[in-house]
C-alpha cells in the first residue's frame, strides 16, 4: 500500500482533494474505475484511492466488481470465498462480507465468479445492492473490468455517478483512450477525470497524476 510520505501519497492526496471540492454542487458518491486495457493499475489505484478517503474520516466502500480478473483482495491481503454474489444471491448480508484492512475503509471482494458477468451486473438484484450501500457510506469505489476488453463497466457506469479512467503514461495509445472516452459517454455516463500511472518524474522515480477532462 501507499508510503504515506512518499510523492505517490501525495498525488493520492491531490486526487482527493479535487473529488471533495471540483463537484460542490452535486458531488459523486458512487465512482466506477475503469481503464482502456488490462495492466494500467486500475485496481491498485482504487485501493489507493480508498486507503486516503478513509484517511481524510470519509466512511468508504471499495467494491470488486471485475468479476473477470479479481484483484483486490489480493491487494489488500484477503480471502475471495465470499463476497459481492453471495450478497445478490441472498446468502450473506452485506455486513458479513465486507472486510475492514484499514480504519474506516470496508472492502467486498467479488466472492465466485459468475459465468455471466453482464447478466448480473444488469439486474436490478445489482442496483438495489448500490442503492442499499450509496446511504450507508460517503464514496463508494467500483473496481471494474477493462472499458476497451468487455461491456460490464459501461453497465456500471450507467448506475453510478461518475467514471475515473485509469491509464499508464508509459503503455497506454492514445487510441485506446479515445475509443474508451466514446464507449463511456456513448450512455452519457460522465467522466469525472483521468488518472495517469506510470508517470516519470525528475527524481527516475513514479507517481499518479489526476487531472480533469
Known amino acids: 500500500m501507499l508510503d504515506p510520505t512518499g510523492i505517490t501519497s501525495e498525488a493520492y492526496r491531490t486526487l482527493r482533494t479535487n473529488l471533495f471540492y471540483a463537484i460542490t454542487d452535486n458531488p459523486p458518491k458512487i465512482i466506477v474505475m475503469t481503464s482502456p486495457g488490462p495492466g494500467e493499475g486500475k485496481s491498485t489505484t482504487c485501493a489507493n484511492l480508498g486507503v486516503v478517503l478513509a484517511q481524510a474520516a470519509k466512511s468508504t466502500l471499495v467494491l470488486d ?36 484492512p484499514v480504519e474506516g475503509l470496508k472492502v467486498i471482494p467479488t466472492g465466485p465468479l459468475p459465468p455471466n458477468p453482464v447478466e448480473v451486473l444488469g439486474t436490478q438484484r445489482f442496483s438495489q445492492f448500490l442503492a442499499d450501500v450509496r446511504v450507508q457510506f460517503d464514496y463508494v469505489l467500483v473496481d471494474s473490468a477493462p472499458v476497451g476488453v468487455v461491456s460490464d463497466p459501461i453497465i456500471l457506469a450507467t448506475k453510478a455517478d461518475g467514471v475515473l479512467l485509469v491509464l499508464d503514461a508509459q503503455n497506454t495509445r492514445k487510441a485506446s483512450v479515445q475509443q474508451a472516452m466514446r464507449s463511456i459517454k456513448a450512455v452519457d455516463a460522465p467522466v469525472l477525470g483521468t488518472i495517469m500511472n506510470n508517470t516519470k518524474v525528475l527524481q527516475g522515480g513514479y507517481y499518479s497524476d489526476y487531472s480533469y477532462k
Do not use: A, S, Y
Open 65 to 100: 466488481c471485475d468479476f473477470r480478473k479479481p484483484m483486490l483482495h489480493k491487494i489488500f491481503g484477503l480471502g475471495n470465498r465470499q463476497g459481492i454474489m453471495d450478497v445478490l444471491t441472498g446468502e450473506r448480508g452485506i455486513k458479513e462480507v465486507w472486510k475492514e
